[in-house]
């Protein structure tokens, strides 16, 4: 039969165990540290500028079509709505990295990395993209030339703006992400 192991043979034998596999255990846990600081030395730091926008409707405008008859026009509603909708657009989008030339930034960083952070980063990548690429010389793939203007406007709409209307009010919060404090205001 058998018999009933006591909490301290259990304990001395969860610690040969341990005490065995000290230096699988150790290797693991630097490696896991090593891989956390790395990740976060990768990633680019983000600068955040917030404003608040307070939307007011027209103000009330009387039309004229006769001496006599005087006709207000109809109030319009959700303009808070309507200017979210605006700010959210791909023309608007454009229209940001048009004029602060985002699609250069992004091809400068890519083309030629200037810290040491966006050259691991190239390398990286290309150290993952070494198959397609092998495909692409090889004939199997068709190589595309990077669209840069593309890729700054999806990442402006994607990654760099924030826009949320508060519930109930005409009041927007605009946050915009950026990798300098100017940028981004």
């Known amino acids: 039969m058998q018999e009933e192991k006591s909490p301290r043979t259990i304990l001395r034998y969860a610690g040969f ?4 596999r000290k230096w699988l255990i150790i290797t693991l846990f630097l ?7 790395f990740g976060t030395f990768l990633i680019t730091p983000q600068w955040e500028a917030t404003a608040k926008l307070l ?14 008859l005087v006709a207000p026009t109809p109030a319009t509603k959700d303009v ?36 040491l952070r966006d050259k691991i980063k ?12 092998l495909a692409e010389k090889l004939g199997l793939r068709k ?29 927007i919060t605009l946050s915009i992400w950026a990798d300098s404090p100017q940028l981004a205001v």
């Open 17 to 20: 165990v341990l005490f065995r």
């Open 31 to 37: 490696f896991t540290l090593f891989s956390f600081v």
């Open 143 to 171: 190589a595309k030339p990077p669209n840069f203007f593309a890729q700054a406007v999806e990442d402006f709409l994607e990654d760099m703006e924030d826009i949320a209307l508060e519930e109930g009010t005409s009041t």
């Open 122 to 133: 190239l390398f990286l990548v290309k150290v993952f993209r070494s198959p397609f690429l």
């Open 55 to 68: 939307v007011l409707q027209n103000p009330k405008q009387q039309m004229i079509l006769f001496n006599d």
């Open 80 to 115: 808070a709505n309507d200017l979210v909708e605006i700010l959210t657009s791909t023309a608007f989008a454009t229209e940001i990295v048009q004029q602060y030339k985002l699609d250069e930034r992004k091809r400068e960083r890519a083309q030629n990395p200037r810290t």
